[in-house]
């Protein structure tokens, strides 16, 4: 890297962590713009398959979110963690498609949990692994927020 710049793929991550540093609420449309294609593709850099593992996963756990909040009774538990993994995905660039989870009702709430675990300990794993600085610090200010949402559960 010369002149201190980074190269055009790890542009969305610092300002995902410049947002996330300065305060872990997320505002609807508050996501920075979407980074310029490139003309060429380039190899994935270690930070580029870290951060492609870590939206699979955000994403699994969204759409988990999302199907026990349909569920009769559970959107109020399920509610804040969609909004927070949405807006998290947003920061990373979006997050891919996922098949919707399949929950029992009778199990919503300790599958939401369980899942809501691992998320958190897998954000916390990537952030120690990360190259970047700044992406490090994003990962464990999301690994925070999913904690901060876990305890006001319980």
Do not use: F, W
């Amino acid at each position: 890297m010369s002149g201190g710049r980074l190269p055009v793929g790890r542009r969305p991550v610092v300002v995902a962590a410049a947002a996330l540093v300065a305060g872990c609420d997320v505002v609807e449309g508050s996501a920075p713009a979407p980074a310029p294609r490139r003309e060429q593709a380039e190899p994935a850099t270690g930070d580029e398959a870290l951060i492609a593992a870590v939206t699979d996963a955000l994403a699994r756990t969204l759409a988990l979110a999302e199907r026990v909040a349909s569920l009769p009774g559970l959107a109020g538990l399920a509610a804040p963690y969609v909004a927070l993994h949405r807006g998290h995905g947003q920061l990373l660039g979006g997050l891919p498609d996922v098949d919707p989870s399949r929950v029992r009702r009778q199990r919503a709430r300790q599958a939401l949990r369980d899942g809501e675990r691992d998320l958190q300990q897998r954000l916390a794993q990537a952030a120690g692994t990360a190259q970047s600085g700044a992406l490090a610090q994003a990962l464990a200010a999301m690994a925070a927020a999913v904690a901060q949402q876990r305890k006001a559960d319980r």
